[in-house]
């Protein structure tokens, strides 16, 4: 799909706010409503907009303890990186997981009511993993900008 300056301006305005009416929108992007809708409708179709979410506020919710972990594993253990994956995806504490270069295989962000929480998830479940060699994380003291998947857009 070629995008033009309007398509443009309708993924900024949606990322900056998912919950626009399509009559808030359409004035944002001073179209008329009915094309403003048929051009989200293309770029949803598209796969361009994955999705409208709500941003929570983990700590209201009782997940204090925010970190990132590097994971390292053995590469000598059959289907080391498959079996990995798909033991992260069922784990509820890892909010993001990313394959790496570098030093380590895997950086995971893991959400945690508190320390306890997070040292017992760390000891007796990703650790146990097979192949896990080295774990080394990171408490995240304070957040100073956390805008989530949002893109820099024009």
């Known amino acids: 799909m070629q995008l033009d300056t309007l398509d443009w301006r309708i993924l ?31 770029l949803e179709d598209a796969g361009l907009i994955a999705g409208y979410h709500a941003r929570l506020d983990a700590a209201r919710l009782g997940f204090e303890l925010n970190a990132i972990v590097h994971v390292t594993l053995d590469h000598s253990q059959p289907g080391w990186h498959e079996t990995f994956q798909a033991e992260v995806m069922a784990f509820d504490e890892v909010s993001a997981a990313h394959v790496v270069t570098g030093s380590c295989n895997y950086v995971l962000h893991i959400r945690a009511a508190n320390l306890a929480a997070f040292s017992d998830f760390m000891v007796n479940r990703l650790n146990k993993l097979p192949g896990m060699r080295d774990m080394c994380s990171y408490i995240i003291m304070k957040t100073l900008k956390d805008h989530g998947s949002r893109l820099p857009l024009r």
Request: aromatic letters at 0%.
């Open 12 to 42: 900024a305005a949606l990322q900056d706010n998912g919950r626009l009416s399509n009559q808030d929108l359409a004035e944002r992007v001073a179209l008329s409503p009915s094309a403003c809708l048929r051009r989200v409708r293309a």
